[in-house]
């Protein structure tokens, strides 16, 4: 698609959902720091993704002001947050020769080793919702593992079995590619055409075992096969409204409706490509071009996943986007878009701090959840709708998977 075509397409995808830019029902209103302020503690922030971890692994101490991150705990701590689930990240790069599985226990180890053990009066880590409330009453920030990218079970339920046992709660069936069992939103190819039989036994699993199903990173077909077959609610621990930006990674109103009658949850993720549609064209216009880029550097780094990462990283900052980000409104119309659709019970927060290289004005660090609090409050949310979409949801989600598990 030409950046022209893509263009036009953007504008016209935004006229026709403009009834969801403010807040259904809801009046705009002006709020005082005092109500802010009262409103943030009685919310505690429990945020769906947190890719910090492939940080952590390498050598960085969360415990310290590390201002070239997103991520560290006096600014978690700033922002009022009570639970994380920290991303078990495993790179496409790791399934050649056959080190998926080495590098997912290596990601599983920071979390519970660098994070929580080397910081044990501030963080606990959380296996269940009764940890989550029992690390607030202790003053500490709740913990959880969500692995990233299912290929990190090399097509092994055993190995699923091994990693919910080490603390994984969730885990995001692909990420960018598809894996042997199931399709991922970016590959073109669909070689499963949705879920494979051992993709519906890997669900299957899942439910019996009591782990989050993670739709984000999969392809429609596959999100519409796990929600006709899972036995519990599902999430989409980091994905936004496609309505708003036609990032394939974003959801469609229609799966937006059918996940929330299914008492799932979308959690906003705050990629500034993945919230503005502006900056989407600009990463579009350059793709070719990123393209070439990523497979020379996929080639140079073949054996040093760890730099590929970085210069890739690198490279996606440096990619162009004329220089424009997201803003803070756009998290709300994404989050109003959600409500129109499916309600405030559908909708929660998943921030992928640190696993994406442009995040919103007002809103790119973990200690700024509070004017995301003031923007809500603004926006004629309740405090009560507010603690829905900053973990009550979540929570409910995740005491709905629990209690499925083993049947």
């Not at 997201?326 to 309600?343: F, K």
């Not at 409050?377 to 979409?389: D, N, Q, S, V």
């Amino acid at each position: 698609m030409s950046p022209t075509i893509l263009r036009l397409a953007v504008a016209g995808h935004l006229a026709c959902h403009l009834f969801f830019a403010q807040a259904p029902g809801r009046q705009k209103r002006t709020v005082s720091d005092a109500e802010v302020a009262r409103v943030h503690r009685s919310a505690p922030v429990f945020d769906g993704h947190n890719d910090v971890p492939s940080a952590t692994v390498a050598g960085m101490d969360i415990g310290k002001p590390n201002p070239d991150h997103m991520t560290d705990l006096p600014r978690m701590k700033k922002g009022g947050m009570a639970a994380q689930f920290f991303a078990a990240y495993v790179a496409a790069s790791y399934i050649e020769g056959g080190h998926a599985a080495n590098r997912t226990l290596q990601m599983i180890d920071t979390v519970r080793y660098d994070i929580v053990a080397r910081h044990p009066n501030d963080f606990l880590l959380a296996t269940s919702v009764a940890d989550i409330r029992r690390a607030g009453k202790q003053h500490k920030i709740a913990a959880l593992v969500g692995v990233e990218g299912g290929h990190a079970i090399e097509d092994s339920p055993r190995l699923l079995r091994a990693y919910y046992d080490l603390g994984v709660r969730y885990m995001t069936l692909t990420h960018s590619n598809s894996n042997h069992w199931a399709d991922s939103s970016g590959d073109a190819n669909k070689p499963n055409n949705g879920l494979s039989p051992l993709g519906k036994e890997v669900v299957a699993e899942m439910n019996r075992l009591g782990m989050i199903v993670d739709i984000s990173h999969v392809s429609d077909k596959t999100f519409y096969d796990v929600l006709e077959i899972s036995k519990a609610p599902i999430f989409a621990s980091h994905s936004s409204c496609r309505a708003l930006s036609p990032a394939p990674r974003n959801m469609t109103d229609e799966m937006i409706a059918a996940l929330g009658k299914k008492r799932g949850v979308v959690q906003i993720n705050f990629a500034c490509d993945f919230l503005n549609p502006e900056v989407f064209a600009a990463g579009e216009a350059n793709r070719e071009r990123q393209t070439k880029l990523r497979d020379e550097l996929i080639q140079k780094y073949a054996n040093d996943p760890a730099g590929l990462q970085k210069a890739m990283g690198e490279a996606r900052a440096t990619s162009g986007a004329g220089g424009k980000r997201a803003t803070l409104a756009d998290v709300v119309r994404h989050i109003n878009h959600v409500v129109g659709i499916a309600g405030v019970d559908a909708v929660g927060l998943g921030s992928d701090f640190d696993g994406i290289d442009c995040a919103p004005e007002g809103l790119d660090s973990v200690d700024k959840w509070p004017n995301l609090t003031r923007a809500l409050l603004e926006e004629g949310y309740t405090a009560a709708e507010i603690r829905k979409i900053y973990g009550e949801n979540t929570l409910r989600v995740m005491s709905a998977v629990e209690r499925a598990a083993g049947h």
